[in-house]
C-alpha cells in the first residue's frame, strides 16, 4: 500500500464510545471543523490542513466511522452524530467555530447549524448530501438496493471508486483507492456501516430544514459530480441542485467548479482553501 498517513491522531471519549481526530493546536482566532464524507477518515483533508495551518487556524478533523481505533457509532444516524461531534466540541472546550463539511459531512454540519446556531459562525459545505430531494417513492426505489454488498462492490472496485469522486483522476491520488479497500476489507462490519449510513442520509433528510438556516454559508460544488444527483432517478445537472438547495437558505451563495468531480477537496483543493480562507476574513 502507496498510502501514508499524513499526520497523528489523538483519542478521547464521548458517549461512552472513543473518537479519533487530529487537532493541531494552534492558538489562532478561528477554528474550523472538518467533517468528512461517506466511507473516509479525516486523512482525505491532507491537501487542505497544510494551507490552513499556514493561516493559522486550528484545524479539527474528526474520524466518523470507526476507523484509526475509534469506536464505531452506536447509532450510524446523521443526526446522532451531529449531536456527538457538538458534544466533542465542547469537551475539548471550543464554543464557536466554523465547519467545513463534504458530502454526507455537509448533511451532518447543516444539522449542527439547525440545533446549535450559536456554536457555528459560518458553513463550507463541498458537494452536500441533503440538497437532493428524495420523495417517499424514490426512497422505497433506493432503500433495498443500499445493501452492504452494494457498498462493498461501489468503494473496492477501482475504475467505479475513481469515476464516481472525480472527474480527472491523477495517479498522485491512489491512496484514496486503497483507504477504500483497506477498511472495507480490513473491517468486518464496516460494509454493514457503511450501507446503513447510506440509507440514513436518505431518512434523516435536511432539505426542508434550509430555510431555517441563517448561518453565513457557501456552497462548493464540482460541476462535473458524478454522485450528485442520483442519476437513476434524478436526471438533473449538479448545477440545477444545488442552486435550489442555495436558494432555500437564508444567507448563503454557491459557487460551481467546472472540471471537477464529487471530492473537489482533493480534485481542487487550491481553488477550495482559498475560498473558505476569504469567506472567513471577507465575507461574513
Not at 34 to 57: C, E, K, M, T, V
Not at 213 to 235: K, S
Amino acid at each position: 500500500m502507496c498510502n501514508t498517513e499524513p499526520f497523528v491522531r489523538q483519542l478521547t471519549t464521548v458517549y461512552n464510545q472513543n473518537i479519533s481526530y487530529y487537532d493541531n493546536k494552534k492558538s489562532g482566532k478561528e477554528t474550523l471543523l472538518l467533517l468528512h464524507g461517506l466511507a473516509g477518515d479525516s486523512s482525505f483533508w491532507r491537501y487542505n490542513i497544510p494551507f490552513w495551518d499556514n493561516q493559522n487556524f486550528r484545524i479539527i478533523a474528526i474520524d466518523l466511522h470507526g476507523v484509526n481505533a475509534q469506536t464505531a457509532p452506536k447509532k450510524n444516524s446523521i443526526e446522532y452524530l451531529a449531536r456527538t461531534i457538538s458534544s466533542f466540541m465542547q469537551s475539548i472546550n471550543i464554543s464557536k467555530y466554523h465547519i467545513v463539511g463534504h458530502s454526507m459531512g455537509g448533511q451532518i454540519a447543516i444539522f449542527m447549524a439547525y440545533f446549535y446556531p450559536k456554536k457555528i459562525k459560518s458553513l463550507h459545505l463541498l458537494a452536500p448530501a441533503g440538497f437532493e430531494y428524495f420523495s417517499q417513492q424514490d426512497i422505497a426505489y433506493l432503500e433495498p438496493k443500499l445493501t452492504p454488498e452494494f457498498t462493498f462492490t461501489a468503494f473496492t472496485n477501482r475504475l467505479m471508486s475513481i469515476t464516481y469522486h472525480f472527474h480527472q483522476w491523477k495517479a498522485e491520488w491512489e491512496w484514496f483507492h486503497e483507504l477504500h479497500q483497506q477498511y472495507f476489507m480490513e473491517i468486518d462490519t464496516y460494509p454493514h456501516q457503511i450501507a446503513s449510513f447510506m440509507k440514513n442520509m436518505l431518512y434523516e433528510p435536511v432539505y426542508d430544514i434550509l430555510p431555517y438556516i441563517h448561518t453565513p454559508t457557501q456552497v462548493l460544488a464540482g460541476e462535473r459530480d458524478n454522485l450528485i444527483p442520483n442519476f437513476f432517478i434524478h436526471p438533473q445537472s449538479t448545477k440545477s441542485i444545488m442552486e435550489t438547495g442555495t436558494a432555500k437558505m437564508k444567507n448563503a451563495r454557491l459557487t460551481l467548479l467546472p472540471k471537477t468531480g464529487h471530492s473537489l477537496m482533493i480534485e481542487n483543493a487550491d481553488f477550495v482553501n482559498r475560498k473558505i480562507a476569504y469567506f472567513i476574513k471577507y465575507e461574513m
